[in-house]
């Protein structure tokens, strides 16, 4: 069996869950479909087995009930016999549980190792903390508290430690003496990205909202800020060149921080591949089901987006770990977030990586959809990427040699697909990595929150430090990240909570800009831009057990994804023109406008659909954080919220505007960012 067909063989073996009805039931009931025979796996008791068949020149079957492997154990081929269990099958035997304290979602690069190699720093936003550890003795020196998420860390010449706190809008610091003391400097509203220039001895803090900070570390005053725009993500100091990157665009911007300008765009390459897709018929009797379908062969182009981390590689130059969404039509069909039998993941998004200045050396990572981290080995040879999803599979770290220009050429454009040259056997949850030698590579395990060496050069666990924090374990947080068996995760595609930016072209309904989760959605049911998912439960039945072929989950683990989404708060930046803002919120609350009429209560929204000019009837989003969801409208035609007021904004019928000056059309955008 092929890899892909493979990957096609395990999304259709977990659809089998679905047939776990009975006649008349609306729904699949809430049993613990897992791997193995009547053992354990995901969540709690196998409750059936499933028999998978290669495909035939007519299509591929899959029968349900009869004996063989579980939901998410390897298939077997026609005279054949089980492997180990499939990758991405990560098993938890956990307890229902709500953390009282909300987790936030995973964003990776919060493992850093100090210029001599002798210090470990890892912050650990799920509990407020910063953690030194000693390398040799592989000890925790320190714990330091850190309110307010703390994120990517750097160190100055003078060995002082600067960490962001992404949701304080400040830099925390320190020295690496026993005891030191600890300041907090504010810097912008929500700090993501840290770097140090040595030669210029200047630190700089990229911010979502757009600021781009020069801090003096000695002084810890800002010496200029220069805003490029919403979603910046990490940024890099060499030798007075300045790199910044937008998150869920994957651009990668080269700054004059002296002009207070971007030089050049760069965006790692567009992918075409080709690819099967396999399209499933169910037919169902009792508890008894058959999926039948036949294949159809595409092109796809995977765009590239979501760019979770960046580093700088010396003599490499930029390496952005990001993502790569297909443009093709999506079926909505059980399975049909699998996309098709790709060279790398089955997924209708995958892992990626682009190195150098300009983003022209690419490569595919293999088998999941969800890579938060990467890192580098201090002589070039390995990289290291982190899959949260994988929890505590063989396949949650792999280490694979570093892309290079020569394959790149030889297989005529970026390299289709990179096979890890090892797997690294983590428990737990992988959330961040760093090399701390050429051979020792550091993973940061979020729960329970640990810190697990491992040896290179034989993929052999040297020693796991157990940091011995409070628990922060949360069952809908576990079930947001797990990567399912389409190879996706919830957070592939809502980044951090949020959305990528990405429109989709759904089979029967066309284009849909992927809808941001933040700030509160239960109470704006029914749920989708057109709203046909009537409720939640109905949400996690037909598209996280159905279209991402994820496991059957209960009513209550559904309920505890739902508590745990419901609880990430939208993105806020800071009001610069209080006057601006004023009079755009007069002209928003004008009956002669009329947004109120949709956009209304403490959410800005209404739970009905609206025509808005668009020919059907649209859910109301809402308005909290929306200058951090570009593009706008459900199809993504406007680029900005200036143009949300142009052509394809819906004229009159999307709030009565055309009669307005641009300065009123500013002071309304003002507005609308200040939400």
């Known amino acids: ?104 979602p995973i964003s990776g690069g919060t493992l850093f190792t100090s210029a001599d190699g002798q210090t470990l720093i890892a912050a650990d936003p799920d509990r407020d903390a910063v953690y030194v550890i000693d390398v040799a003795t592989r000890a925790l020196r320190r714990r330091i508290d ?21 949701t304080a809008g400040e830099v925390l610091s320190f020295a690496l003496t026993p005891d030191a003391p600890t300041t907090r400097t504010g810097v912008c509203d929500l700090p993501r990205g840290l770097a140090y220039d040595a030669t210029a001895d200047r630190l700089y803090v990229a911010c979502a909202e757009g600021a781009l900070v020069q801090v003096d570390p000695a002084t810890r005053k800002a010496i200029k800020k220069i805003d490029l725009g919403r979603d910046l993500r990490d940024v890099i100091a060499r030798d007075q060149k300045l790199f910044v990157t937008r998150f869920r665009s994957a651009e990668l911007l080269s700054i004059d921080m002296n002009a207070g300008r971007v030089m050049a765009t760069s965006k790692p390459p567009t992918v075409m591949q080709n690819e099967e897709v ?25 765009l590239s987006e979501v760019a979770w981390r960046a580093i700088d590689v010396p ?15 999506v079926r909505v069909s059980p399975g049909g977030y699998g996309g098709g039998a790709q060279a790398c993941a089955p997924g209708v998004v995958h892992g990626a990586i682009t190195m150098k200045d300009d983003a022209s050396l690419s490569v595919d990572i293999s088998n999941a959809g969800l890579f938060v981290d990467i890192a580098a080995d201090p002589t070039g040879v390995f990289l290291a990427v982190v899959n949260p999803g994988g929890y505590g599979t063989s396949e949650s770290v792999m280490v694979i040699d570093m892309p290079t220009a020569a394959v790149q050429a030889a297989q005529g454009g970026p390299v289709a697909c990179s096979s890890p040259r090892m797997n690294l056997p983590i428990e737990g949850q992988a959330t961040a990595v760093s090399f701390v030698s050429p051979w020792l590579v550091a993973v940061q395990q979020r729960e329970p929150a640990a810190i697990s060496f491992f040896d290179v050069r034989t993929g052999a666990l040297a020693q796991k430090l157990d940091l011995q924090q409070p628990s922060r374990y949360d069952t809908g947080h576990t079930l947001f990240h797990l990567t399912t068996g389409s190879g996706l995760a919830c957070a592939s595609c809502h980044a951090e909570g949020g959305d990528d930016a990405h429109v989709w072209t759904f089979q029967g309904i066309g284009p849909r800009r992927t809808q941001s989760l933040r700030g509160g959605f239960l109470g704006s ?36 994804l739902a508590n745990w989404i419901d609880r990430q708060p939208a993105l806020q930046a800071s009001v610069h023109d209080t006057e601006a803002v004023a009079r755009g919120k007069a002209l928003f609350e004008t009956s002669e406008l009329g ?6 209560g403490p959410q800005l929204r209404r739970n009905e659909g609206a025509d808005v000019g668009t020919g059907a009837l649209l859910q109301v989003p809402s308005l909290r954080g929306i200058s951090f969801r570009a593009p706008f409208m459900h199809d993504g035609c406007a680029p900005s919220l200036v143009d949300r007021f142009g052509t394809c904004g819906g004229g009159d019928k999307h709030g009565h ?6 300065a009123q059309i500013a002071d309304l955008v003002a507005y609308l960012e200040s939400l």
């Not at 047939?19 to 025979?37: K, T, W, Y």
């Not at 490499?316 to 969404?325: E, F, I, K, P």
Request: with cysteine.
């Open 315 to 329: 003599g490499q130059g930029v390496a952005m770990l990001h993502q790569r969404a297909g443009s093709a039509e």
């Open 1 to 104: 069996m092929t890899h892909g067909k493979l990957w096609s063989a395990l999304a259709a073996a977990a659809l089998v869950g679905l047939c776990a009805c009975e006649p008349g039931e609306e729904s699949p009931r809430p049993v613990d479909f897992v791997p193995g025979s009547g053992g354990t796996g995901v969540f709690g008791p196998v409750a059936g087995s499933v028999s998978i068949v290669e495909p035939t020149p007519a299509g591929r079957g899959v029968s349900c009930g009869g004996g063989g492997t579980g939901a998410f154990a390897p298939p077997t081929a026609r005279g054949g016999s089980a492997g180990a269990r499939a990758p991405l099958s990560p098993e938890f035997n956990r307890p229902l549980i709500a953390s009282p304290i909300i987790p936030p």
């Open 146 to 166: 850190a309110s307010g998420e703390p994120g990517r860390i750097v160190q100055d010449k003078t060995g002082k430690v600067h960490v962001a706190l992404r």
């Open 657 to 662: 505007t055309s009669q307005l000056e641009p």
């Open 525 to 560: 049911e029914p749920f989708h831009w057109n709203g046909d998912m009537r409720d939640f439960n109905q949400l996690v039945t037909e598209v996280f057990n159905g279209r991402m072929a994820a496991p059957i989950v209960s009513s209550e683990q559904g309920a505890a």
């Open 278 to 302: 396999f399209v499933a018929d169910t037919t169902s009797t009792g508890n008894d089901c058959v999926f039948s379908g036949h294949t159809e062969v595409r092109d796809n182009a995977f």
């Open 595 to 600: 947004c109120t009429t949709c956009h209304t």
